[in-house]
């Protein structure tokens, strides 16, 4: 729902009646208004200005919300303008601590090597001896990154895991 999920979209997604989903919608914003308070206002900033940003700064365009275009186009932008500032964000947090990384890799004298970002995570390559010191590293790091842009009330929390590949590190 914090991504623009509609009761139909929920409905689908589950397999719970509309009614269902329509109740559990209500109920959800009632007990969380500020989230609420918060999409409406991403929706509101959305279609005034025809963009989102991230809190650094980093913007979207959604120029079929200031256009009489097709209602499932301008819906689909709506929840991908509401997704943008979240999701957004995270990847502008993601992209410090991978800048941030090889130093302290090099600085610890850590010869692991960041090899590839998927989402939220990131893959390292390591000799088994040195896994659990890159993996204090780089959650340290990651858990840190910060910006001065960047004011999170909650706090990061990485989680890690090893092994022989990426599977296995799951």
Aim: net charge positive; no cysteine; proline share 4%.
């Amino acid at each position: 729902l914090i991504y623009g999920m509609s009761a139909f979209g929920l409905k689908n997604s589950t397999g719970i009646t509309l009614a269902e989903a329509e109740n559990f919608v209500k109920a959800y914003f009632e007990k969380f208004p500020g989230v609420k308070s918060y999409l409406d206002g991403i929706r509101r900033q959305a279609a005034s200005q025809g963009y989102v940003e991230t809190l650094l700064g980093r913007r979207r365009y959604f120029p079929a919300l200031q256009t009489k275009s097709n209602p499932q186009m301008k819906n689909r932008e709506e929840r991908e303008a509401i997704n943008a500032p979240i999701q957004g964000t995270a990847a502008d947090i993601m992209k410090i601590a991978m800048l941030q990384i090889p130093s302290v890799l090099a600085k610890a004298k850590l010869k692991g090597k960041m090899l590839l970002q998927v989402h939220d995570e990131l893959l390292f390559e390591v000799d088994e001896a040195a896994a659990d010191t890159l993996i204090a590293v780089a959650k340290q790091v990651m858990e840190g990154a910060s910006h001065p842009a960047v004011h999170l009330k909650v706090p990061l929390i990485v989680e890690a895991g090893k092994g022989a590949n990426w599977a296995q590190a799951h």
